[in-house]
């Protein structure tokens, strides 16, 4: 079994910060990308930023400059550090890890996602 646990989500104003992070644990051999999506009322889930296990990175338009993802292999967790949020920010924000468990079987798993709401 893998459990992905976010944490960090919350009311902030216009402009503020946020740290989310998400600690993979279980039955994981090796991780090969972790990422963050997020999903607002009446929307679809959209990819925000992922990061592969030999760094690289990628981020959707709206939150360039803005967001920095970054991860830890030991630990297996990612953050991700928002900065200047928007109200157009507030969203449910998923964890995904696509990894490759225990028994050697590749798969996505989620986390149960973390609220972040901007407003003033």
């Known amino acids: 079994q893998v459990q992905l646990v976010e944490s960090g989500g919350g009311l902030v104003q216009p402009g503020g910060s946020l740290r989310l992070s998400c600690a993979a644990s279980?039955?994981?051999?090796?991780?090969?990308?972790m990422g963050w999506y997020r999903q607002a009322p009446g929307k679809q889930r959209e990819l925000v930023a992922t990061?592969?296990?030999?760094?690289?990175?990628t981020y959707a338009d709206s939150v360039k400059g803005r967001f920095t993802i970054s991860r830890d292999n030991a630990q297996n967790t990612v953050y991700l550090q928002t900065t200047s949020l928007k109200p157009e920010d507030t969203a449910v924000y998923y964890c995904?890890?696509?990894?490759?468990?225990?028994?050697?079987?590749?798969?996505?798993?989620w986390g149960q996602g973390t609220q972040v709401t901007v407003s003033s």
């Open positions: 990061i592969s296990n030999s760094g690289t990175i």
């Open positions: 995904n890890a696509f990894l490759l468990t225990g028994d050697r079987a590749r798969g996505s798993y």
């Open positions: 279980g039955s994981i051999f090796s991780i090969y990308i």
